[in-house]
């Protein structure tokens, strides 16, 4: 079963406006952890962000913040004043805590290209 | 902040041959460390679980005997695959997750050509 969908294989959107990234999952597990990572064209993956299942409040770091809404399952990924260098692929994914703790599944990805 | 290397960062070989891809915590050490396939234009599909003094975890799919795992040390796992065919050519990336946190670090990738 697909526990990762992310449903846009890709997404534009104008230099210096917000983009949302989609991105639902399903577990059982209540304990869980969300992240997004970007990978740019060289193929490192990149750390964004982070949601605990338990957190009370939405993460931030910087210009990425993540709108959880634990009811509906989703964790989308919101890119405030999106620049040139955010062009890249993001991926959303989630850990279980009963798999141990780090095992990582990966959603299939969306591709961003920021215009100017 | 932490880092994860892989070397090679890219290897062409023949079909037939094996290849040995090294992943190495450098300021860290990683009792557990992840080996994903990524196809082009696709995502990380994790292969296995490699455990530092026993034997590597694999994913439903994987073949343990052709993608061979050895964590030899608490900053090192070698991913080899036995006699490469095309189908192997993919980017190969490792993760280690650091102690006591939330955070796992990737290594830069390995692209492997099967020719």
């Known amino acids: 079963a697909q526990k990762i969908t992310q449903t846009q294989p890709g997404m534009f959107v104008q230099e210096k406006e917000a983009v949302t990234l989609d991105c639902t999952y399903d577990?059982?597990?209540?304990?869980?952890?969300l992240f997004w990572y970007k990978q740019p064209s060289s193929g490192e993956m990149i750390f964004l962000i982070y949601?605990?299942?338990?957190?009370?409040q939405n993460a931030t770091e910087g210009r990425y913040s993540l709108n959880f809404q634990k009811a509906r399952k989703s964790a989308n990924l919101v890119i405030s004043a999106s620049q040139l260098g955010d062009s890249a692929m993001y991926f959303c994914?989630?850990?279980?805590?009963?798999?141990?703790?780090?095992?990582?599944?990966f959603g299939a990805g969306t591709r961003l290209f920021v215009k100017a | 902040g932490a880092v994860v290397s892989q070397h090679p960062s890219w290897v062409i070989c023949k079909s037939g041959t094996s290849v040995k891809i090294e992943c190495r915590s450098l300021?860290?050490?990683?009792?557990?460390m992840f080996w994903y396939r990524q196809f082009p234009k696709q995502s990380l599909m994790l292969m296995a679980t490699?455990?530092?003094?026993?034997?590597?975890?694999?994913e439903q799919g994987v073949e343990k005997d052709k993608f061979l795992i050895n964590h030899a040390s608490l900053t090192l796992s070698t991913l080899t695959v036995t006699s490469a065919h095309p189908e192997d050519s993919s980017f190969y990336i490792c993760?280690?997750?650091?102690?006591?946190?939330?955070?796992?670090?990737f290594g830069p990738g390995t692209r492997l050509t099967v020719t």
């Open positions: 490699s455990n530092e003094g026993s034997k590597a975890t694999y």
């Open positions: 994914a989630m850990r279980e805590a009963n798999t141990g703790g780090f095992k990582t599944i």
């Open positions: 577990t059982s597990d209540p304990s869980y952890g």
């Open positions: 993760s280690a997750p650091f102690p006591d946190s939330y955070e796992q670090y």
């Open positions: 949601q605990g299942s338990y957190d009370q």
């Open positions: 300021d860290f050490q990683a009792t557990t």
